[in-house]
């Protein structure tokens, strides 16, 4: 195999900038798995490192991307192995969130071994590859860092999209009380999921309701670190997951002084990502605790479609490229 067909961009800029082509196909280093990727997920992360914004998503490469093709929670089978890479054979199905060498926008991409975990049993390769990266900031969000405890009351800013899918359901597992907030479009999904009570970003700021939380988890943060204490009760706590840069800096700053005398806890989330951390949510998911919605299918030609969908905020749930 020498060519394959990859989604490549070399300036950052809209999905105009994609270009659909073939390239050269990768061959393993010695520690490294070729996977021919069958499904491969959108996160926002794609979208804001395809147009540069907001500028964390430029570390790496200021100027001009440092990966030019994106992609980066899939699923597929192994290919072929390095010569260091005992653990899978060809033929494995196997999954993974590659975001710091991205590559999934592709018929095959080199991994390495220790990123991959053998697809759970019974899944299918698009439910795999919507897993990683929403699911991990989920998890974590609402339960490892987030501690949520029955009866508390959880708002998730954010929450018609991709991570907010699974957070909504697994806060509700845990029995919290739900406010899910996101545009128009996706007030209605998010009740679908299970939330309490749902807002339109566009018509309501939750800083200014008057309504206080134990845990703030938010996907969309360009608030003040002021207004984000104001909204916790006592004890409570906020998770910036992803938003401005002017706001990760300022709770990175600040948030550690605010509210501390309400004990309310204001911090940036740095998710810990790779697959081998979800046996928790991958447990939900095979008892159908949690389900996982894919709005919309794509082939990879299509990946510049996908991504505008994602983009211009349609996407409720999951968007996932089917690779033939
Ligand atoms: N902290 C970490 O370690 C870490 C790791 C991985 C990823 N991330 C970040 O996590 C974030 C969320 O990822 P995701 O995949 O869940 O994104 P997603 O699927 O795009 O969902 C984000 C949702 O937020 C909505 N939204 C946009 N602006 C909003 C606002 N002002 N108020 C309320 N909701 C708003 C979006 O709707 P619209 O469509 O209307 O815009 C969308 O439904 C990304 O920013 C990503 O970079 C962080």
Same mark, same amino acid.
């Given at each position: ?11 950052? *800029? ?54 030019? #093709? ?32 991205? *590559? *999934? ?5 080199? #991994? ?14 698009? @439910?795999? !590859?919507?897993?990683?990266?929403? !699911? ?21 800013? *954010? ?6 899918? =699974? ?60 207004? =984000? ?63 996982? @919605? ?7 030609? %299509?990946?510049?479609? !996908?991504?505008?969908?994602?983009? %211009?905020?349609? !996407? ?6 089917? #690779?033939?």
């Amino acid at each position: 195999m020498d060519a394959m067909k990859a989604v490549v961009y070399t300036r950052y *800029g809209s999905p105009d900038v994609l270009r659909v082509t073939d390239v050269a196909a990768p061959t393993p280093r010695d520690n490294e798995v070729l996977v021919k990727v069958r499904a491969v997920s959108l996160n926002a992360s794609d979208w804001e490192t395809l147009l540069g914004k907001p500028l964390y998503s430029r570390i790496g490469g200021p100027f001009r991307p440092r990966h030019h #093709v994106l992609g980066s929670d899939i699923a597929g089978q192994v290919e072929a192995t390095g010569v260091n890479a005992t653990r899978f054979r060809p033929g494995d199905d196997v999954f993974a969130d590659i975001l710091s060498q991205m *590559g *999934g926008f592709a018929e095959y991409v080199c #991994v390495p071994e220790r990123a991959l975990a053998p697809m759970p049993t019974g899944m299918t390769y698009e @439910v795999a !590859a919507a897993l990683p990266q929403a !699911a991990a900031i989920a998890q974590q969000g609402i339960r490892d860092k987030g501690l949520v405890q029955s009866g508390q009351s959880v708002l998730i800013n *954010g929450a018609g999209g991709g991570s907010g899918m =699974y957070a909504i359901q697994l806060a509700k597992l845990l029995g919290a009380e739900v406010t899910g907030v996101d545009n128009e479009e996706k007030l209605e999904f998010m009740r679908s999921l299970g939330a309490d009570h749902v807002l339109d970003y566009a018509r309501e700021d939750f800083t200014r309701t008057g309504s206080t939380y134990d845990l703030i988890l938010d996907l969309a943060g360009y608030r003040s670190a002021f207004a =984000y204490q104001r909204s916790l009760r006592p004890g409570g706590r906020y998770l910036f997951v992803g938003g401005s840069m002017a706001t990760l800096l300022q709770l990175l700053l600040i948030g550690p002084m605010t509210g501390r005398a309400a004990r309310k806890k204001v911090r940036v989330l740095a998710v810990r990502l790779g697959v081998q951390h979800l046996a928790p949510m991958i447990e939900l998911c095979q008892e159908q605790r949690i389900v996982t @919605v894919i709005d919309r299918r794509y082939p990879l030609n %299509e990946v510049p479609d !996908a991504l505008r969908y994602l983009g %211009e905020g349609h !996407a409720k749930g999951k968007v996932v490229v089917i #690779v033939d």
